[in-house]
């Protein structure tokens, strides 16, 4: 069967192709998409979840390989930063069951707070990686990937990059897919218990294994050679190699070398592809990793090669590659013409600009406004956290003082109470990333007595990366409904004594609790509770008065709605995008926003 | 045949959709096909394209700069944006519409797209529709992209069949709401057919 799917949907495809059995994950740009084309593929017999966060994730997959299934887990690369903990080890114990731990890379960064290389992670960790340059590729290749990883018994990373796992392509997939064997769980603590004489043996094995690998690796069909020319060479890996293929386009016989698997580095094979190469370009993203290997090889044979690339400034360290880039790249170092005539637009108007903002009716625009009000004269910071309601830096609402990573903002908010005396410390944490890695936080100000208002923004959905269930929402991703984990009593557990639950859109409400609050000593919560306009219906549409409104637009400086404008020099409300959830007729001084329900 | 096609716009005005169909026609006519499309957080009101590359030798997922046979601009700020993707003698359809930036609304620079629009007369071969306008009879915008593929296909353009469009149009959109897209579809392309004779041509 023919599918045109997103390189995330191949990966998805691929991984049921091999009989996977298990696939777990947590959300996050650009990886969301492969669980959800698993739980929209056939898939009987696959357990399949959304873990509560990638450490869970790893962990339950990690076990159901040591199961002899195959189990893959997904995650972006920062979610490698979670799971890092069980990933060394498990590096250390192997598998028996295929596991690929897909770790989707994101250049430039588009959506992500580093840009950081995952295949650094697979150098640090003595695993292999995969690298691959296109949706048709990834299919392929993860399939492939299960294969390494029970060939050697080890756990395998798999690193696409977003303009992989966003780019569509055809493949062509059986028609059904049918889970691979799974022989149990047999005890062998030798095997299975890590310990510290254990991980000294495996230690030894492991590198020796790895020495096999790139031997191994060097034969890989994805490790290629392109083009006979001699005296300059091109090695590239990932989404760049595709990019360096459309310049090159119309220029015969260029050599160019394309690395899949940067670890365990296949020597053999790159030591034949420099065959009567005495200048070689590097184009890869992130970091220099395949440059660095090459400088490695080259001193270690001996070869009289120059070696360009981000260390000697040729490419860029930081943002993604693109053709453009690559297209000036080649051109220096080639010394030939690549890329197309362009239309000059040096002359262009200046452009709006349009940063990413909260939705119209968003009621985390709702929650920040009501914190914002109460607050109003006080000394206040506002910890914020991963998730749409980061956003909520942009102007007029400016209620984000620090972001750092996810649950940061619970403990960050406690540090800044230590330190700032008189400062009252919100953090602000979406549900998804409660549940995710905010518990422990609140656990830490309880017990280390923190005064800090915590404000639990519950929109009832992962909304960010394309609104995935999590544990609050009573429905998992095997299909079925399940409990509900409640937030409040979650927090009561912990010993959080003040727990109030508001609905944001109710401002006057929604401000009183934050008063409330803001008198008080502590560990206090606020949990603001009112679903993602992108999953329920509009409630309504807003409109202006034209007669009564005077035109102050305090509507539209002091919330930043996208669906208040101004046309002709008049406040109007765009009816397409209004969800008639109606703070800004709290908000207008003269009563001339009203209400009209849909 | 390789054909090229950028689709642009900001985040919400169903460009996603319009560059689903296109590539999906490509295919039911025979070729390989590769897309991208804009995903996560600038979704959110910002700049979004979607590349749609039909041909064997379409490596990039993205369509370089100076390789897009037409450009098809849900708003003029983000025609210009984009302009440096078409190829010269390429044609861009574009709504005259402007889409104001939330900033726009604070700051108030005045913006509306007209400046945009006489920029790109000077550019390139445009077809110019006014979604408002164009939007008027089927009382809401949610069409608008249905209208704008009927523009692109009537131009000739876009290198694909018309009645493959609305086969794959009829696969792609919710039964009920077939009727009216077909008549956005063909609204569309009578809108091609009054403007296209003032084309400079390739």
């Known amino acids: ?598 | 045949m390789n054909k090229d096609i950028l689709i642009c716009g900001v985040g919400g005005q169903g460009t996603v959709l319009a560059s689903r169909i296109i590539a999906a026609a490509a295919m039911e006519e025979g070729s390989s096909v590769h897309s991208a499309e804009t995903i996560g957080m600038a979704q959110r009101g910002g700049s979004v394209t979607s590349h749609v590359r039909s041909g064997d030798e379409a490596y990039s997922p993205m369509i370089p700069f100076g390789a897009a046979d037409m450009l098809l601009a849900f708003e003029p700020g983000e025609a210009v944006r984009n302009l440096r993707y078409l190829r010269r003698g390429g044609t861009a359809v574009v709504n005259t519409t402007a889409v104001k930036p939330v900033t726009e609304s604070l700051r108030d620079t005045g913006y509306d797209g007209s400046e945009m629009v006489n920029y790109l007369q000077g550019k390139c071969d445009c077809i110019f529709i006014n979604a408002e306008e164009v939007c008027k009879p089927f009382g809401s915008t949610k069409f608008f992209n249905i209208i704008m593929l009927g523009v692109a296909a009537g131009s000739g353009h876009l290198g694909l069949k018309s009645e493959t469009l609305l086969k794959m149009i009829g696969q792609y959109v919710p039964s009920r709401f077939l009727d009216v897209n077909i008549r956005a579809f063909n609204a569309g392309m009578e809108i091609a057919g009054q403007t296209s004779g003032n084309l400079k041509g390739e």
């Open chain 1, 1 to 598: 069967m023919k599918q045109y799917v997103m390189g995330n949907g191949a990966i998805a495809l691929g991984a049921l192709s091999a009989g996977v059995r298990l696939v777990a994950g947590y959300p996050g740009t650009p990886s969301s998409e492969i669980i959800e084309t698993v739980s929209r593929a056939p898939h009987e017999g696959v357990h399949l979840e959304w873990s509560v966060n990638e450490k869970a994730a790893l962990e339950v997959a990690a076990a159901a390989a040591y199961s002899g299934a195959r189990a893959m887990v997904t995650m972006k690369q920062m979610g490698l930063n979670v799971a890092s903990d069980p990933l060394m080890s498990v590096a250390y114990i192997g598998v028996k069951g295929g596991l690929v731990i897909v770790s989707a890379d994101d250049p430039g960064p588009i959506s992500s707070q580093t840009e950081q290389d995952t295949r650094r992670y697979a150098d640090f960790c003595r695993i292999p990686v995969f690298d691959p340059a296109s949706p048709e590729e990834a299919y392929e290749m993860i399939r492939e990937a299960f294969a390494y990883s029970e060939k050697y018994n080890t756990p395998v990373l798999f690193r696409p990059t977003t303009r992989v796992c966003h780019a569509y392509a055809a493949i062509e997939t059986p028609d059904s897919f049918a889970p691979g064997p799974c022989d149990g769980f047999v005890r062998d603590p030798g095997r299975w218990v890590i310990f510290p004489r254990l991980s000294y043996m495996n230690h030894g094995k492991i590198e020796q294994r790895n020495v096999e690998i790139g031997k191994d690796f060097s034969s890989f069909r994805f490790n290629t050679v392109e083009g006979t020319g001699s005296g300059k060479a091109v090695v590239t890996s990932g989404v760049s190699y595709n990019y360096v293929r459309e310049c090159l386009k119309g220029h015969d016989g260029i050599r160019l070398i394309r690395v899949a698997t940067a670890f365990p580095f296949p020597e053999d094979f790159m030591l034949k592809a420099l065959d009567g190469v005495q200048e070689v370009l590097c184009v890869e993203e992130l970091s220099p990793y395949i440059e660095e290997q090459i400088l490695k090889t080259a001193g270690k044979h001996h070869l009289a090669l120059k070696v360009s690339g981000k260390l000697d400034g040729s490419v860029p360290h930081n943002g993604e590659n693109s053709v453009e880039l690559c297209s000036a790249i080649l051109d220096r170092f080639l010394g030939i013409r690549t890329g197309l005539a362009q239309t000059d637009v040096s002359d262009a108007p200046e452009l709006p600009v349009r940063p990413p903002v909260l939705c119209a009716g968003c009621p985390h625009r709702a929650s920040f406004y009501a914190v914002k009000q109460a607050m109003k004269g006080r000394q206040a910071v506002f910890c914020g956290d991963i998730g749409c309601y980061t956003l909520g830096n942009a102007m007029p609402l400016d209620m984000v003082d620090t972001c750092l990573c996810m649950g940061a903002g619970i403990t960050m908010a406690q540090g800044l109470n230590h330190m700032n005396e008189g400062v009252t410390c919100f953090a602000f944490v979406g549900d998804s990333t409660f549940f995710a890695s905010g518990i422990t936080g609140v656990v830490n100000a309880v017990y280390n007595e923190a005064d800090i208002i915590l404000c639990v923004l519950d929109n009832s959905t992962t909304a960010m990366t394309g609104h995935q269930p999590h544990p609050g929402t009573g429905r998992n991703m095997m299909g079925n409904a399940v409990e509900k984990v409640s937030i409040e009593k979650v927090l009561e557990g912990i010993g959080v004594r003040k727990i109030l639950t508001v609905d944001p859109l109710n401002l006057d409400e929604a401000v009183y609790a934050v008063e409330q609050c803001a008198e008080e000593k502590g560990v206090r919560a606020i949990v603001f509770r009112s679903p993602c306009v992108a999953i329920t219906k509009p409630q309504g549409k807003c409109a202006v008065e034209a007669a009564k409104c005077v035109n102050c637009r305090k509507c539209i400086r002091e919330i930043g709605c996208p669906a208040l404008t101004t046309v002709d020099g008049a406040v109007t409300i765009d009816r397409n995008l209004c969800t008639g959830c109606g703070l800004c007729s709290h908000i207008c001084p003269v009563h001339a926003i009203g209400g009209e329900k849909g």
